[in-house]
DNA sequence: ACCTGAACACCGTTCAAGT
DNA sequence: ACCTGAACACCGTTCAAGT
């Protein structure tokens, strides 16, 4: 993260105190720092506050670096966004390499889930996911699908990752109970068959479900 | 919204000033006047303080009254969802009426973006459309779909809808515009098909791209 | 060029006090 | 029972000032 020749605040060197001294830190140190404390802490512990006692510098410091909250997010989704996009697409056929560049979506924001989140609350999902959707796309084309009906397919199979996304990111713990879909059917008292009731009380398995939904998404849009 | 003969801090009638004062709120007033809100400026101009100033008193007063800003919110929430619940099923083929109810989901989150959106950044999305969704699986139910296979069937198609949701509910306009799909593609400079981008980089139109998805997920989930 | 200190305008929440 | 005032611990951001 630090060159050792720089005694930072992230080394045990004494550091000179007092307004004026240098921090020797520069905008990637800083977004590095970011990131390592998404991945730590979660996504709400990304404030500019709490980022800068973290390199042991002021708030100021960070905006004269990066810019503001949104610069850094920015900074910090850009970053991201290169690291997910080596997942090579595998598979011969169209809808197998189909499903293998959705899949790599939705295994990405698994795996990366603090900043996935981070990035979804600030509208940058677009920028995270960007090259994995190039990849779709390029699926697609190699399919057969292009212009408006590509867009279409596109977007269609996008946004149903994006559903199973939001629902595998929340974080049910930080729900009242009163608000979670388990407790809502299990207290439902509506006339339905008590196999469907219970079914629908139990923890879903979104891997599975994933698969199915978007395999039907994605035979929709390919030629028979 | 409140009885004329109080003379609150809504009507013209002088008040009287200092602490102690009375100011004939209760709960149900302080949850229609979060509402009121809500849909004239939006789910982020629901804070307490805002709140209370639009109703003339101080924060003190809404905690009293209903609480912390989460049980508020929980109670616009099911305020919301009795209102929403009425829409009636249509359709005579098992196809249509879960099209038919899918669709209530959809349209009432267009209706009322600002609660809906409000509902989601909460967490409380299940509890706003919990009567829309029962009314989803009593459909899946007369299609002869019961048990784990119901559930199944219910999640995949309410996570489909629920990335189209996501989608139409952003706020493209305080994205920056680095961040946003259309721009991205337009600044693509990868090798795809001009007529894809072009395609991709243009607004698209969410009602008929939210059938022919929504209908796939369906269809894969109706016996043949 | 790089960084600090102080300030501004916000948040949600709590607690003692008033009538 | 119903409501206020003051305070606490947070936010993001700006601006003048220091070296």
Redesign the interface.
């Known amino acids: 993260l630090r060159n050792p020749d720089e005694h930072g605040p992230l080394s045990t060197a004494p550091t000179p105190q007092g307004t004026g001294r240098r921090a020797g830190l520069d905008r990637a140190d800083v977004v590095a720092g970011a990131l390592l404390l998404i991945q730590n802490e979660g996504p709400g512990a990304l404030t500019m506050r709490n980022l800068a006692a973290k390199l042991g510098v002021t708030t100021t410091t960070i905006y004269w670096h990066v810019g503001g909250r949104?610069d850094l997010v920015?900074e910090i989704?850009r970053h991201q966004s290169e690291v997910q996009a080596a997942r090579p697409v595998e598979g011969t056929g169209p809808r197998d390499r189909l499903m293998s560049a959705a899949r790599h979506i939705w295994e990405s924001a698994r795996d990366n889930r603090a900043i996935t989140s981070l990035a979804h609350q600030?509208?940058?999902s677009?920028?995270l996911q960007?090259p994995l959707e190039?990849a779709l796309?390029?699926e697609?084309?190699a399919a057969g699908v292009?212009?408006?009906a590509?867009?279409?397919a596109?977007?269609?199979i996008?946004?149903?990752?994006?559903?199973?996304?939001?629902?595998a990111l929340?974080d049910e713990s930080?729900?009242?109970a009163?608000?979670?879909?388990a407790a809502?059917w299990a207290a439902?008292d509506?006339q339905?068959?008590p196999?469907?009731t219970e079914?629908?009380a139990?923890r879903?398995d979104l891997d599975e479900?994933f698969d199915?939904?978007v395999?039907?998404?994605v035979?929709?849009h390919l030629p028979i």
Do not use: K, M, Y
């Open positions: 949104d920015t989704i600030n509208g940058a677009a920028l960007h190039v796309v390029r697609l084309e292009t212009g408006p590509a867009a279409a596109h977007r269609s996008l946004f149903t990752i994006g559903g199973f996304l939001v629902q929340r930080a729900i009242p009163e608000r979670r879909a809502l439902s509506e339905l068959d196999a469907t079914a629908l139990a879903p479900l199915a939904t395999r039907a998404v035979d929709s």
